[in-house]
């Protein structure tokens, strides 16, 4: 069944050539215990290991079954060794991590058979060879001869066609030979045994055949035989090596040494801490950036007014004033440098319509003046009363001096977000104490400052009999309403021609266009800082603002307005600037005194600046639109600043995990070296290379694994002890918070790095030659 013909084995260390084997031709029966006797450096294990297909020979064929191997390739060789041979070694050769089971059962984990199966053939084999008590016992438990009989359990329980037996008895005392020689012999009544000894009374004793070897050549044959077997096809089952197994086996390895692997992996896991710990500070640097930012523009948005400054003419005025002229006997008349660099924006529908495509991304909310005014009217005891609204802006302040007979002049309403809910102006910046934040038109908010309080006219002009000093219950607030009549309902003319308010409101306050405005929430601003942004008052929406106008603009006070130069209520002259003024407070005008742009962060704010910018292309001064940018000096530069000390960081950070990469490298080298025996006895099973270097990456993955996951957990706790000494540094709170996302990506990427540093001596284990493996020591 097993014949090798002129097969030739030399050995090549310098100038001397060891002839292993020396044209050895030799067949062998199915059953037979063949005993196969020689000196030491005769040849008999490199014969071994020639008909095990452990090791290759320079030529000559073996016949297997009558099939050449020839043609094997490396599969082959490992299924062979895996289904047909088993193997018995004078050292044993056991896997000591492993349990005897385990041991037992790696032939047939390899060759993929089912674990209860696995597990009933290695007891029925274990109890065969006589160690059924002892099952459960740790291999360094064992004593020498029974340590051989797991070996031998381990070399029969795939039922091989030949057992292959290197010296079985080498290491154990006569008595303990003579039982496993027994066993041996037991066995041998089923298939072929080839046993190697340079013990000639065991050959003699056990044997059926006895071959002599001397110097790589057969010397003597106590019972020739000559193959007659016709060639038949036989079928070798494929090994492969899951990765479970692999991992498992890696596993029960690691086990054994957890103090070196638990420093491993905390060595290995420092680099991955720096980078960690350099991510979650940046992240939380960054946020704090990004929110200083939002705040400040929330404070400065961008501004088109009707009437700006032109910036850069107010610069080159001031240059200007710093060159002196030599007096030359004449005076220049001169504007004044204030008036001009001043710029009439002629804000059109155009603009506006410009300033709506602006991109959400960058700027959601935008903010109106208006110089409309309301006629506000409330009913207190049964009397209507006209209602003043007393927050408002600067420049309406100065506006309401002039114009006093209208009331609630040029306010400024809340922005409203342009088209997605995101960065909601309002409940970005500010927190609602009660009721709701406004939805339609007609809902208006109670703004109050850090200390809940709230403009007491504001209070007084809603109807409330209220002192400096008082409080008036939250819930009493929501719910309050106030009624705006048109122009029409509101004002009567005389028959001088003048407008004035009517005497008797009722009518108008009743009337079926005159709006209820309802007070819907109490809110306050998120941060102090931001306290600024609406005054403490009443604040209402845009879109109630340009209804109001809606409603008006066809009104006959506007219309006499437009008409006359006197101002139709005080009879007063006027002309140019303050007669559109006047007409844009009765609700003449349609156009915001001035626009807000909030863009989200100083990048965006670019990015606003430069779509504001391309609106003036091609246009003629006069017709260019000049915005204020009043948070221009600040720059971007922090963000750009933190950019680059996180990649300093994380490059230097980076290194160390390289560092780790090498480290580990270095360690699965070590552990290759120290497994030797073991990928000698895995392949002598019929482990295929890739199997090996499969070990040994599950080996790495796991430790990999294992040092990212340490890294982020004690980046993680890190970042608490980092975070106090931050807040008594800088007062900022959480500034280091690692991000998840971060988290699972260093895992990953330790896992990756840590595999590729221990892939290479992987793949030095598994081209390993398994003979030489297990000659080793
Ligand atoms: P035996 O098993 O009879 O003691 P071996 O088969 O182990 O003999 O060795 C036969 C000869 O081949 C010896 O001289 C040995 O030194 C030589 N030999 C075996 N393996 C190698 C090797 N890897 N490199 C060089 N010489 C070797």
């Not at 001096?401 to 970005?428: D, H, I, M, Q, T």
């Not at 100083?602 to 003629?620: A, H, I, M, W």
């Amino acid at each position: 069944m097993l014949e090798l013909k002129h097969v030739k084995k030399y050995y090549q260390v310098g100038d001397t050539v060891t002839k292993a084997l020396d044209d050895v031709s030799i067949a062998f029966r199915p059953q037979e215990f063949v005993a196969v006797l020689g000196p030491s450096g005769s040849g008999k294990t490199t014969l071994l290991n020639a008909l095990g297909g452990l090791d290759r020979y320079d030529s000559g064929d073996m016949i297997v079954n009558g099939t050449s191997t020839k043609k094997f390739k490396e599969t082959d060789w490992d299924a062979y060794r895996n289904n047909t041979i088993g193997f018995i070694f004078q050292s044993y050769n056991l896997i000591g991590h492993l349990s005897i089971l385990d041991n037992v059962e790696m032939g047939m984990t390899l060759s993929g058979v089912s674990k209860a199966q696995r597990k009933e053939k290695a007891v029925a084999a274990l109890k065969r060879v006589g160690l059924g008590q002892h099952m459960n016992k740790a291999i360094n438990q064992l004593s020498g001869g029974q340590m051989q009989r797991v070996a031998i359990a381990r070399a029969i329980v795939n039922d091989p066609d030949v057992l292959l037996c290197d010296e079985p008895t080498g290491a154990l005392d006569t008595e303990t030979s003579a039982q496993i020689m027994q066993i041996i012999q037991e066995l041998s009544r089923e298939r072929l045994v080839i046993m190697v000894t340079h013990n000639p009374d065991l050959a003699n004793q056990y044997a059926d055949r006895v071959v002599e070897f001397v110097d790589g050549k057969i010397q003597r044959d106590t019972n020739p035989y000559h193959e007659k077997t016709a060639h038949h096809d036989f079928q070798l089952k494929r090994t492969k090596m899951t990765f479970a197994t692999a991992i498992k086996l890696s596993f029960k390895n690691i086990r054994t040494k957890k103090g070196r692997t638990f420093l491993t992996a905390f060595a290995s896991s420092i680099g991955i801490i720096g980078v960690a710990i350099v991510l979650s500070l940046s992240n939380g640097f960054q946020k704090q950036i990004d929110d200083t930012q939002t705040q400040t523009l929330a404070k400065f948005p961008v501004t088109i007014s009707q009437v700006a400054t032109d910036q850069t003419k107010a610069q080159q005025n001031m240059q200007d004033s710093d060159q002196v002229k030599p007096n030359k006997g004449y005076v220049v008349a001169a504007k004044d440098q204030n008036e001009s660099a001043q710029h009439v924006n002629r804000i059109n529908q155009k603009f506006l319509d410009y300033v709506h495509r602006i991109n959400p991304e960058y700027s959601n909310n935008i903010g109106y003046t208006r110089l409309t005014g309301m006629n506000l009217l409330r009913k207190i005891n049964g009397k209507v009363k006209t209602v003043k609204f007393s927050n408002s802006s600067d420049a309406s302040q100065d506006l309401q001096k002039n114009f006093s007979s209208v009331s609630g002049v040029g306010v400024s309403s809340f922005p409203e977000p342009l088209k997605s809910k995101k960065n909601n102006f309002l409940e970005a910046n500010y927190k609602l104490l009660k009721g709701a934040y406004p939805q339609k038109a007609t809902d208006v908010v109670v703004v109050v400052n850090g200390k809940n309080q709230t403009n007491v006219n504001a209070l007084k002009n809603l109807g409330f009999d209220i002192k400096d000093g008082e409080k008036i219950n939250l819930n009493q607030l929501i719910g309050t309403s106030i009624k705006v009549a048109n122009n029409d309902d509101y004002y009567q003319k005389l028959p001088t021609g003048n407008f004035v308010p009517k005497e008797d409101l009722t009518s108008a306050y009743q009337a079926n266009q005159t709006k209820e405005l309802k007070i819907v929430g109490v809110i306050r601003a998120k941060q102090s800082s931001n306290m600024d942004l609406l005054a403490p008052g009443i604040a209402y929406s845009d879109k109630l603002v340009r209804q109001v106008i809606k409603d008006n603009k066809a009104s006959a006070i506007v219309q006499a307005q437009r008409q006359s130069n006197r101002n139709v209520i005080t009879g007063e002259a006027v002309s140019g600037q303050t007669k559109d003024q006047l007409l844009a407070t009765l609700g003449g005008d349609s156009m915001p005194y001035s626009i807000l742009i909030y863009p989200n962060n100083f990048k965006d704010k670019e990015k606003v600046l430069n779509y504001l910018d391309r609106f003036n292309e091609g246009k003629s001064k006069q017709d260019k639109i000049i915005y204020t940018d009043l948070a221009g000096t600040m720059t971007d530069l922090t963000g750009g600043l933190m950019d680059a000390i996180t990649y300093v960081l994380v490059a230097f950070a980076g290194i160390s995990l390289i560092t780790s990469m090498i480290m580990i490298g270095i360690l699965t080298y070590t552990s290759v070296l120290e497994r030797t025996k073991e990928i000698g006895v895995l392949k002598a099973l019929g482990a295929r290379k890739k199997d090996i270097t499969r070990v040994f990456d599950a080996e790495t993955g796991i430790l990999g694994v294992a040092s990212g996951v340490l890294g982020v957990l004690i980046a993680y706790l890190a970042t608490f002890p980092i975070n106090s000494v931050l807040y008594h540094m800088t007062d900022l709170t959480n500034v280091a918070q690692l991000n998840p996302v971060h988290a699972v990506i260093l895992v990953i990427v330790s896992t990756v790095l840590t595999m590729i540093g221990g892939h290479l001596p992987a793949r030095m284990a598994s081209k390993k030659d398994a003979a030489i493996a297990l000659r080793s020591e």
